[in-house]
């Protein structure tokens, strides 16, 4: 299913493109972390608890260790090293919640 941008998204997209600082994130190059803060985040919905759940869980597990990785670079290998890492740190059970 795919996700349409926000109003907001789309009001941001425009702001940045008229100052000529906007990042197309289809082609990318622009990172996790800011992929994250300026069109992810804005669209996760959901019961406040989950929410707060989704964001600890980005916040505290994927942006530390992806997070200045460029989305085109994030690669199986890649993603096979940070799985690896989150195997040291975390238990079976929240590293599939991590990753869901």
């Known amino acids: 299913m795919k996700a349409w941008p926000t109003r907001g998204a789309l009001r941001r997209a425009s ?6 600082e906007f990042v197309d994130p289809r082609d990318g190059s622009i990172a996790l ?6 069109f992810w985040q804005t669209g996760v919905r959901g ?6 759940r989704i964001d ?8 530390p260790q992806l997070g200045t ?8 290998a890649v993603l096979r090293g940070y799985i690896a890492a ?14 869901g």
């Open 15 to 20: 702001t940045d493109s008229e100052r000529g």
């Open 33 to 38: 972390d800011d992929y994250v803060t300026r």
């Open 47 to 52: 019961a406040p608890g989950t929410v707060k």
């Open 56 to 63: 600890e869980r980005v916040r505290l597990h994927i942006r």
């Open 69 to 76: 990785v460029a989305l085109r670079d994030i690669s199986p």
């Open 86 to 99: 989150l195997e040291s740190e975390c238990s079976p059970r929240y590293i599939r919640q991590i990753l």
